[in-house]
């Protein structure tokens, strides 16, 4: 009685590897923005939570905190700052292209306010 192979395909397992580096590549590149994109949404948090009086106020330490959180998309001078019920609500909203590969690249909106 003849026995049956079982098991992965050197084809199979090549194509395995493939996927998953281009999965390792793909994440590698994309969680470097996400984590800048959540570090300015906190600084945001934090700069609403102070009594920041004026744009100057709100420009001044959103400079600080980008320096001490190495915020590097986006300036003091992109935030659009308004005043909602006498709050300070500041929004942003920015757009990273990521080179993947030969002519091949990954376009991120990111957009958000100290209101979320």
Known sequence: MKRKQRGVTLSGLLMAAVVLAVLALLGMKIVPEVIEFYNIKKVLARISNEKAATVADVQKAFE??????????????????TKENNQIVVYFAYERKIPLFANASLLLEFSGSSKD
Do not use: F, G, Q
Request: charged content about 30%.
């Open 64 to 81: 600080r905190y980008a320096t001490v959180d190495n915020i590097s998309a986006i300036t003091a001078k992109d935030l659009e700052i």
